[in-house]
């Protein structure tokens, strides 16, 4: 079965910290994404990655960075976190490069930032 | 650039009612169209998808929509809903080009439903 999984569902940390969301995919997908959820602004894409070592910015990657070193394996790092950030981050996968693969989520990272 | 147009926040329906969720995408090209499902506490999951041919495409769950390149609108319907649909749906627009996966999300319809 298909899997999507993240490091943590809840994670509170305080303003200026380093801050690592992880993701792992157990389905050999080429494409990975980095997504935040907030009411009313529907998903917005951070950055996603079409393969090992390779990232694109996504519609608002300011403060965000990622690191894709394995194929199964896609982190969101956030620098130096700010109350902003608060918020739900959800990654997905997909398989290779068609428009026409649907993206399988993860679970989500309800992240709080005090 | 694309967008999606989701113009109901919120809609509540009884149970065994039908249901119709909206959608609105502005694209220059055909589109590809999703909608996704997303219950309390979890991710997102496919409903259905359309890429090109017959323009009412079947998706899981009982749910179905139906493409209408004139009205720029790809609507999700059910004809009779369970207290389980209660969720939070997405539509998304994919750009038609090969090697392109990037999607462009709505900003979701919650369904509250009453028994």
């Known amino acids: 079965d298909v899997k999507v999984t993240q490091s943590s569902r809840y994670l509170v940390k305080r303003t200026g910290e380093k801050v690592f969301l992880e993701c792992v995919q157990d389905?050999?997908?080429?494409?990975m994404f980095w997504y935040r959820q907030d009411p009313g602004l529907g998903l917005r894409l951070i950055y996603f990655?079409?393969?090992?070592?390779?990232?694109e910015k996504g519609d608002i990657p300011e403060g965000y960075s990622v690191s894709r070193e394995k194929k199964e394996r896609f982190s969101l790092i956030l620098e130096s976190a700010s109350t902003n950030q608060t918020s739900m981050y959800l990654c997905?996968?997909?398989?290779?490069?068609?428009?026409?693969?649907?993206?399988?989520f993860g679970p989500g990272t309800r992240l709080t930032v005090l | 650039a694309q967008s999606v147009t989701q113009p109901d926040i919120h809609i509540t329906v009884s149970e065994g009612a039908s249901l119709e969720l909206r959608c609105n995408y502005s694209?220059?090209?055909?589109?590809?169209l999703f909608w996704y499902v997303q219950s309390p506490g979890q991710g997102l999951q496919l409903l259905l998808k359309?890429?090109?041919?017959?323009?009412l495409v079947q998706g899981i769950k009982g749910f179905e929509a139906e493409f209408k390149r004139s009205q720029s609108s790809f609507n999700l319907r059910k004809p009779s809903v369970h207290w389980s649909d209660a969720a939070e749906y997405f539509c998304?627009?994919?750009?038609?080009?090969?090697?392109?996966?990037?999607?462009?999300f709505g900003t979701g319809t919650r369904l509250t439903i009453i028994p």
């Open positions: 998304a627009v994919a750009e038609g080009n090969f090697g392109n996966e990037k999607l462009t």
């Open positions: 997905a996968s997909s398989l290779g490069q068609a428009s026409t693969n649907e993206q399988f």
């Open positions: 359309y890429f090109s041919g017959d323009t």
């Open positions: 694209y220059g090209a055909t589109p590809y």
């Open positions: 990655s079409y393969d090992v070592k390779m990232k």
């Open positions: 389905m050999d997908h080429e494409n």
